[in-house]
């Protein structure tokens, strides 16, 4: 049977004006979940609780079994990419990726390795001395993918990882993030406004509203009315929903 991994009970937090009102989610080991909603609805903000970058909220949050509201985010094996790559300009590619081993305090034989073995798994060996600011955006995002991967990560959290790249390369990125799902077998997971997107990469899907986790979906009924008139809103418009509604009724 398949593990639960990542558990969330009744989690709560107020950032200014905002509330995510009390997101109940459970995660499976080695699946693969999209947050999905509109600019504003929370994505962001539930994905770095579960990274664990707040501290003042209400609920609990559980690896496994075991509470990590109290441990702090480096020692949570938790893997980020950030929307924006979050990549240290003033390094190379190489010492981005070797980052995370360095400060743990990892052997420079053991940080060369696994930053090789880690660039090349990412097609990035080529750019290793090179600055994050002289790469693509693909190749910039692989940076940051080998960045976080090269920590073993329990679990995997991407924002918007696809947004900001052209179509060609959002293309080779999914096949990129599904190679690395099946090499690391790893739990991800990953936030986007894009539908179909979600359909694509995921098995299952969040769908985000006004600081409410929704409703959740397995990606082949996404598109699949289940009676939830806000979420049909948001799926199919709402000039489509009330035309379904009329010739359903
Ligand atoms: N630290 C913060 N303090 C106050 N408001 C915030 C903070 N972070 C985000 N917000 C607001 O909370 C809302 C949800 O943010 P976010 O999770 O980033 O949305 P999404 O990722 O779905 O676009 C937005 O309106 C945003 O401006
Ligand atoms: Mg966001």
Not at 2 to 8: C, D, P, R
Not at 47 to 65: M, N, P, Q, T, V
Not at 109 to 124: F, N, P, T, V, W
Not at 125 to 152: D, F, V
């Amino acid at each position: 049977m398949k593990e639960t991994i990542l558990k969330i009970n009744d989690y709560s937090i107020k950032l200014g004006n905002f509330s995510l009102k009390r997101i109940n989610l459970q995660v499976i080991e080695g699946e693969i979940f999209a947050l999905l909603g509109k600019t504003g609805s929370g994505k962001t903000i539930l994905l770095e609780s579960i990274a664990g970058f707040y501290h003042r909220f209400s609920g609990d949050i559980y690896l496994k079994d075991q509470s990590i509201i109290s441990i702090p985010l480096e020692k949570r094996q938790i893997g980020y990419v950030y929307q924006d790559f979050g990549l240290f300009n003033h390094m190379t590619v190489y010492e981005n990726i070797i980052y995370g081993l360095k400060i743990n305090g990892k052997s420079r034989d053991e940080q060369q390795l696994k930053g090789h073995e880690m660039a090349q798994m990412l097609s990035i060996e080529h750019r290793l001395n090179q600055y994050p600011l002289t790469l693509s955006g693909g190749e910039r995002q692989r940076t940051a993918l080998a960045r976080a991967l090269i920590m073993k990560p329990r679990l995997l959290l991407m924002d918007e990882p696809f947004s900001s790249l052209d179509p060609a390369t959002k293309e080779i990125m999914y096949q990129q993030i599904e190679k690395i799902h099946t090499l690391f077998n790893c739990t991800i997971i990953f936030v986007t406004h894009d539908f179909n997107e979600a359909k694509r990469m995921a098995d299952r899907i969040g769908i985000m509203m006004d600081g409410e986790l929704r409703g959740i979906r397995n990606s082949e009924n996404l598109f699949v009315p289940n009676g939830d008139q806000k979420i049909d809103r948001f799926l199919f418009g709402e000039r489509n929903t009330n035309e379904r509604i009329n010739i359903t009724s």
